[in-house]
């Protein structure tokens, strides 16, 4: 038992090799053993699909996340919303593998999550809601230690690199430490730490959060044009107005998804002029984390 | 008052560190207590009593005298060694393979010439004593008692200590018999805080939970620190031996290489000790404080303060699983003893094993995504 234990843990994707040559990844991946997806049609977009999916933290018997469902399809930027404690990073968290469900299903590019997060892993980029860096270590050198974990062999991690900096105004302070950086540099470097490896779906958890509106308004014309290659962008904020920006939105509150559209339509369901008036009118006034 | 305040109600949030307070001192205190209680004591001697004894004739009467069964008798009752009879020759060997600390001869005429001595004859009597010198305080007790034994039996006059000293016959100055000692110490205590911080540097940096979400299995997130740590735990060996052997010109008789390789070994049986106990330390406060426990308690139990000899019973068992105890007697072989792979190829194995323990122990209890 003690052996098996240690094997698992030095290669813990092999339990699932033979379901990784079972399903593929993308378009076609879903088609095989999805428990989640039901048409094939469904299947050639979506990316992310939950199902009643629920998480209870051990400490407090705290439901962060209740009976959850999701569907999001490549290509879309979609933005859950809510505000502070309502369940959004708890999701991300567990979308991207870290933290696992207390129940439910979660499919990631036709792969079950987190049985199956280390082959998910290499398609997908996380840029956490702290910026989660090395502060001793330089812009480059961060960039390049997330590259290699990911397997980038050194010139096509270069190439990448002249590429992310310059999109992202970093190429002045490749060399300069994270430790000097301000607050909107950090969160860019963590987000080409997220983008570094072409990934195919990408997590930003408050990624606008704290930064000067110019900076933000940057960060959602360069999410457009991600979006536009195909990449899917998955984003978290408690900042209502700003989301009107993605191209579907998930309102959330005491970890229940209180409501889902694109912004046109929550306001049209909702007679409202902004999704703030939405959500302040589903809310009732009630603070979420109380 | 205001920054008191807060110290203390931050300390008394966390309860690891409240429980370590407490664990810690009372701990090393129970341990030193045990230790340090007894002197050195039950110390293994062999004695070649080879006195013929003598008989006296006086008119009619005799007198026969046999002072090698007397002080024997008086070392056997002597708690400070533990006393087994047999040939000098194999109490030498015994001694040169680190069994026994001394081997004591008494000649067949010892009692002869101490009875003609006392009888007004400018002679004296001579007894060998092959010491093991590599450790000041067992050789002071080992020759006290055998003085004791002297001075019970016929007032101590008359005889002569021919004293060999085990390895090389080599006098042992103080810093001689230190620096095995020290180098173990050194590399438990620097090894652990390094290797420590380093690890739960990452955790408190809040990179960990970006780590599980990339294709890096925990176990190949222990190996990355593992590797990184022990080229750090070789220069730190390197230092350490540069500063004992050419700095301080220690003695070293056995292989530079040897001794360079055990500490290399060591120092690794430390890294994975680290890593398995950053597993346990949620912030560097928490894993500081389990590196005085280590080292105060590896210190006791090692042998470092008194022989392991000299510690009851349950204790001395407890000794066994303490890893600085076979680093001691690593280093100490090659250094003082001259030993090469052959004498301490079991020290080799016993710490590889305690490292690879070390090393499962890790893998089995690392976190590789964010607590529930």
């Known amino acids: 038992m003690l052996v098996s234990l240690i094997i698992l843990r030095l290669h813990p994707s092999k339990n699932y090799i033979q379901q990784e040559k079972m399903c593929c990844i993308g378009k076609s991946a879903s088609k095989g053993g999805s428990s989640v997806t039901n048409s094939s049609a469904q299947a050639e977009e979506t990316v992310i699909e939950t199902l009643n999916l629920i998480k209870v933290y051990k400490e407090g018997k705290i439901k962060a996340v209740d009976h959850l469902n999701l569907k999001i399809d490549r290509g879309e930027i979609y933005a859950l919303i809510g505000s502070n404690g309502s369940g959004k990073t708890t999701t991300i968290n567990m979308l991207t593998g870290s933290l696992f469900p207390t129940s439910g299903n979660i499919q990631v590019l036709g792969l079950q999550v987190p049985k199956q997060r280390r082959m998910v892993a ?3 980029g996380v840029a956490p809601q702290d910026y989660a860096l090395y502060t001793d270590l330089t812009v480059e050198q961060n960039i390049r230690f997330f590259a290699n974990l990911y397997g980038m062999k050194k010139t096509q991690f270069l ?17 300069t430490t994270i430790s000097n950086l301000s607050g909107g540099m950090k969160r860019r470097v963590s987000i080409a730490c997220a983008l570094v490896h072409e990934p195919k779906i990408v997590f930003f958890d408050e990624a606008t ?3 000067d509106p110019v900076l933000r308004a940057f960060f959602w014309d360069y999410f457009r044009s991600l979006a536009e290659t195909g990449l899917t962008i998955v984003l978290t904020s408690h900042v209502m107005d700003e989301a009107e920006r993605a191209d579907r939105i998930g309102l959330m509150r005491t970890g229940k998804l209180i409501e889902e559209g694109t912004p046109q339509e929550i306001k049209q369901r909702h007679s409202a002029l902004s999704i703030e008036q939405v959500f302040l009118k589903l809310s009732e006034g009630v603070v979420a984390d109380e | 008052m205001a920054v008191t305040r807060r110290i203390l109600t931050q300390i008394r949030r966390d309860r690891r560190t409240i429980g370590l307070m407490i664990f810690i001192p009372a701990l090393i205190m129970l341990i030193f207590g045990f230790v340090l209680a007894g002197q050195a004591k039950n110390l293994p001697v062999i004695i070649d009593n080879q006195d013929a004894g003598y008989i006296v004739h006086v008119g009619k009467n005799s007198t026969s005298f046999n002072f090698g069964s007397k002080i024997l008798s008086q070392l056997e009752s002597d708690d400070r060694v533990r006393v087994t009879e047999a040939s000098f020759a194999s109490g030498k060997t015994g001694v040169d393979n680190g069994s026994y600390y001394a081997a004591i001869e008494f000649p067949a005429n010892f009692s002869e010439v101490l009875v003609q001595r006392n009888a007004g004859r400018n002679i004296n009597s001579s007894m060998t004593v092959y010491i093991d010198g590599t450790n000041p305080t067992i050789e002071a007790t080992v020759l006290a008692a055998l003085q004791s034994s002297l001075q019970n039996s016929f007032g101590n006059s008359g005889v002569v200590l021919n004293e060999q000293f085990a390895f090389r016959n080599v006098p042992f100055s103080s810093l001689d018999v230190s620096i095995p000692a020290v180098i173990s110490l050194v590399l438990t205590q620097t090894v ?22 990339m294709p890096l299995s925990a176990f190949e997130r222990l190996l990355g620190y593992s590797v990184a740590l022990l080229i750090l735990g070789m220069a730190m060996t390197g230092i350490v031996l540069f500063i004992g052997l050419g700095i301080f010109g220690a003695i070293i008789q056995g292989s530079v290489a040897l001794l360079f390789l055990g500490a290399v070994l060591y120092a690794l049986l430390n890294i994975f000790l680290a890593v398995f106990l950053s597993n346990f330390a949620s912030n560097e406060l928490q894993a500081v404080q389990m590196v005085p426990l280590i080292t105060l308690a590896s210190m006791a139990l090692s042998g470092l303060l008194i022989p392991v000899d000299s510690f009851p019973g349950w204790v001395q068992i407890l000794a066994r699983f303490v890893p600085m105890y076979y680093a001691n007697n690593l280093f100490e072989g090659i250094m003082l003893k001259g030993y090469g792979i052959d004498n301490v190829a079991q020290q080799f194995i016993i710490i590889g094993g305690i490292a690879l323990l070390f090393f499962i122990l890790a893998v089995i209890t690392v976190k590789d995504r964010m607590p529930d």
Request: net charge positive; no cysteine; charged share 25%.
């Open chain 1, 122 to 124: 290499n398609q997908i």
């Open chain 1, 159 to 175: 190439k990448r690199l002249d590429e992310l900096l310059p999109i992202l105004r970093l190429n002045e302070r490749r060399k």
């Open chain 1, 209 to 211: 959060v704290g930064i």
């Open chain 2, 192 to 213: 652990v805080l390094i290797s420590l911080i380093v690890i739960v540097r990452e955790a408190t940096a809040g990179v960990l939970p970006r780590l599980y979400t």
